[in-house]
């Protein structure tokens, strides 16, 4: 719309211009007629010369001024500025038959070639210089009015005005030629202002085609992480139920196989939508107070094993001593750290892995920034030069040696890159083959002052929740979902139901009294949210206070999720579910309001289920 509009007010402003082209032109005609009149011509050289003596009075009234006051400079040099632009004007009328106007002009500009570096440089005149600034040129002056005055009572009119017309045609001529050079800029300005409206609705159309390219990778991201979402739901759920019973040491270790290669897979699917994220500007960084200790310890712990298994010392440095409290995102810095130390260990055959940790106030080296420095440290291949920004690319195993044969997508570096990016930190490597890699992470976050939060006690055995009484309703198109929750549930006490549509669902709703409602989101037909809508809507028009709604789902992006919310379920578990996440959610949304304050209420509309 702003290209359009400018586009107009350039085509108004060429119509003008072109109008204004045609005025000047019709009065150049005019002004040739008028050129053939003798009187015209005398009275128009009339004038400029009385035009220039005038001036050169009222330059020597100037000079006289300042002699009383230097702080009139200004106004002299005015006059003289005035007075040079008459000269010039009567310069350009012909003399060549007039000698004694010709000479005094001369003179007349000998005098200006003169006084001008003066006037304009040697500042301030002294009474000498003004005095004969102020003498000379009344010579001047009364010598061009003698002159001018004998001239014109001998003039012949025939030459006045062959001259005067002369003049004339020489500027119309000059008027022409600018009137040309006018046209030729429109020209070339309208066309800039078409070619410029062009690119701008290619710029456009291409912009348009980028946003539909990447909201189509954002919904072919979002499809395929739920469609691989959905069975990796019953791999990693059912692997989890197997672990949970009597096992041989064969089956043991089956399972275990099954629930690496799940959370393998499911750690690909989470990376991938974390850099979707990332590319879309859909990321967001948290701002808490949190114990880098805890997190560094639980690294090391976490991947401790790992290394001892290949044989290798992972080790924690704190060389300033254990952190303050710092105000960050702390599972974005778990996140990048984790992907260090995972990286290092893996690609690492011998020798050591060093976690190195420390608080930089900002008041030693000179330009060390204040923030929470991290690093890295591996005695693996380490990575060629030419390689070392290219390990920062998406989906890219670029350094020699280094992951051959590794597993994974090769997005934990870029993702880690990004996510230092949004904190608003750095993160860079040293490294050449043979000598090892260090990874270094600055993010420039702010210590809290105060006493540290005291250690977290270790986690008790958690006893199985129960549900007895309890009547859950699973709502989900997939069989295999439904199994799978049911599963889960096995050994809660809880009465399970299914529905395997959102049509389903309701009419199970409206036969029975239930406390949970499990609800699946992309389902054919009615959805999970106009299911979740019409259970609310059904439930008020009865004057019932409706069940809590838990949405089980693979489509668990933010925005999807504040959706979901926003229509009243009161918490979202992403595929796929856990055992305790799934009864922990259960236990928190049932309160007793929610169960109308009365168990015993839960299973007096079963007749018919």
Known sequence: MRALTSFKRSVLAILLVCA?????????????????????????????????????????????DYAEGPNRIGELQLRFDVLWSRMDVVAGLEFKRKPMIADSLDRLFEWRARWDPILFGELPLSDAQTD?????????????????????????????????????????????????????IIAYLAAEVFFASVATRRERALRDIADRASKSKSDFIAN???EIRTPLNGIISMASHLSDHPLTREQQEC??????????????????????????GQFHVA????????????????????????????RLELPHGPLPRLEGDERRVRQ??????????????????????????????PGQAAG?????????????PDAHERVFEPFAQEAEGLQRGSIGTGLGLPISRALCDAMGGTISLDSAPSDGTCFKVFLPFGRVEGAAQAPRKPAQPVEPRRFDGWTILITDDNATNRFVLRKLLEGTGACIHEASSGIEALECLAEMRVDVVLMDIQMPGLDGMETTARLFEAEALAGRTPPPVIGVTANVMP??????????????????????????????????????????QSTTRRATG
């Open 132 to 184: 004969e600034m102020r003498r000379s040129l009344s010579v001047l002056v009364a010598e061009l009015r003698r002159g001018w005055i004998t001239e014109f009572e001998q003039a012949n009119f025939g030459t006045w005005a062959q001259a005067a017309s002369t003049t004339q045609v020489s500027i119309a001529r000059q008027e022409w030629m600018i009137a040309g050079l006018l046209v030729l």
């Open 559 to 600: 925005e999807q999720v504040a959706r979901y919310k926003s229509i009243g379920m009161v918490a979202v578990l992403a595929k796929p579910v856990s055992k305790v996440g799934l009864t922990e959610a259960i236990s928190g949304c049932v309160t007793e309001h929610a169960r109308e304050n009365d168990p015993g």
């Open 336 to 365: 990048v750290l984790h992907n260090l130390v995972s990286n290092a260990v893996k690609f690492t055959e011998a020798g050591q892995v060093t976690i190195r940790a420390w608080y930089d106030t900002g008041e030693g080296l």
């Open 224 to 226: 395929v992480s739920h």
């Open 287 to 314: 701002a808490e107070v949190f114990e880098p200790m805890r997190g560094l310890r639980f690294a090391r712990d976490l991947y401790g094993d790992m290394a001892r298994d290949k044989g290798l010392e992972l």
């Open 20 to 64: 204004l082209v045609a005025s000047m032109m019709v009065h150049r005609s005019q002004l040739q007629d008028a050129e053939h009149q003798v009187v015209f011509s005398v009275s128009a050289t009339i004038w400029k010369v009385s035009e220039l003596i005038f001036e050169a009075q009222r330059f020597i009234t100037a000079i006289s």
């Open 372 to 384: 929470y420095y991290i690093e890295v440290a591996d005695t693996g291949p380490g990575i060629a």
């Open 255 to 280: 399972v275990a196989v099954i629930e690496d290669a799940g959370d393998l897979l499911l750690s690909t699917i989470n990376d991938v939508l974390d850099l979707s994220k990332l590319d879309a």
